[in-house]
């Protein structure tokens, strides 16, 4: 693969102790090496990558004097979760900001940059494996990695914040972001993450904007009996695109409660990965969606039973407006060993327009006897019969349309692990429906009337 800016120099001049400058030069030569990955490949069916074009992407040098305008954008930002026991805030890739809360003392929390470690930290790399040249490219151009560890039996009250602050402005090409985050709950400890990404500083005339490619990355390790939740929720304006990695893995009587919403983005794709590798392990995962104009949203998930009396449970709802599409593709693997197990895997899809589109691809692949299974999928638009309820007492189509869809939102939302991503939810999902619903589209060019909404987090 020829690319003039991703270059090994490039590469190497990226802060970091040796261990992590050996790291990047060996991902980059893989990189050099691999091939785009093609629509032709099952993991990215329907997805365009075809279309994909990588080289008018740049790899960004990030800030880590501080000067950059993030540590107050981040505490904005995470006002609406409440409190936390700690904000970590990072500006294209690069930490800025590490606000740990006064009442939580340092033997109960770890939590900083990988830059000051002299070894490579226990799990990086091992739940998320570079799988393709994406995987690769993240590896060798990551500038940090926020690193998180909750010891063994420690209980956290309130959860870590993250935010990513994304700036699309540069002085020559688009920029390409690498966000990184590794978090290890030690046995019998419990947690919480909220991870927040968002787009800032593209409102300011006076300087040049271009399109970003952002390739987070986020690792989740869960120890026997500890417990994890985790919401992650993407707000990147349509000027990204956002190829996304959630890997986790679960212990032996260990939970992980996951809640992702990917709200931003031109094309943004997210691939959840979750390992259940200790007897009697559950996990949760849970995403919300909402499509407009012309963005593409697209969902992989792999719920990967290794042991015994595992269980998950993974329930995905969107709607797509307008011209965009949503795609699902989801395997439940049960694998020999793992009798007793349970797996569930349900994906619901709304259709607002008669020009957006959703895919729904279930798959299972059973190894094992004695295991519960199943897994079902919906893609249609808003129910008539509800429509009808609602209109018959005297509720307008607008209104009802309105309602429904919020509805379907937000009984989601009510599931969320923490108290104050649920209301985030409900109010950004609000704000982009406006216009968006089948009546409020103007019957001569099916085209919502006025401007559409901004984009909720620009600072």
Known sequence: ?????????????????????????????????????????EVWRYSGIDRFDLDPFVPVQP????????????????????????????????????????????????????????EVPPGLGELAPARDAFGELHDAFMA??????????????????????????????????????????????????????????????????????????????????????????????????ELAVQASRVGRNATLRSFTVSLGGAYARVRTDSDLVGQGGHTSLLAAYLGTDKQVHDFRTLQDHHAPRTESELLFKGAVADESRSVYSGLIHI??????????????NLVLSEGAHADSVPNLDIEENDVRCSHASTVGPIDEDQRYYLESRGISPAVAERLIVL?????????????GVGPWVDDAVSRRLSGRLPSDRHPSDGLPPGDPPANDVMA
């Not at 402005?169 to 030690?186: K, Q």
């Not at 509805?407 to 108290?419: N, T």
Request: charged share 20%; hydrophobic share 45%; proline share 7%.
């Open 144 to 241: 940090d990695v926020v690193h998180i560890v909750v010891p063994k039996k420690v209980v956290l009250p309130d959860p870590v914040v993250i935010v990513h602050l994304i700036d699309r402005v540069t002085n020559s090409g688009s920029p390409s972001v690498f966000p990184r985050v590794l978090v290890h709950v030690g046995s019998s400890a419990e947690a919480g993450i909220i991870e927040l990404i968002a787009s800032v500083g593209t409102q300011d005339s006076e300087r040049s904007v271009s399109p970003a490619l952002v390739i987070p990355v986020t690792e989740l390790e869960v120890e026997d009996d500890a417990h994890l939740a985790y919401a992650n929720l993407q707000v990147l304006d349509q000027a990204c695109t």
């Open 407 to 419: 509805g379907f939102f937000s009984d989601l939302a009510s599931r969320a692990p923490f108290a």
């Open 335 to 348: 694998r020999h060993g793992a009798q007793g197990a349970h797996a569930f895997q349900t994906n619901h």
């Open 1 to 41: 693969m020829t690319l003039t800016a991703f270059t090994n120099d490039a590469s190497t001049a990226l802060a970091g102790p040796p261990w992590l400058t050996r790291r990047r030069a060996g991902a980059w030569e893989r990189f050099a090496a691999a091939s785009l990955p093609q629509e032709a490949e």
């Open 63 to 118: 800030d880590h004097t501080g000067a950059a305008p993030g540590p107050d954008v981040g505490r904005t930002l995470a006002q609406p979760f409440g409190r936390r026991a700690a904000l970590v805030v990072t500006y294209n890739g690069a930490i800025v900001e590490v606000d740990r809360a006064p009442m939580v003392p340092d033997d109960q929390l770890s939590v900083g940059s990988v830059l000051a470690e002299a």
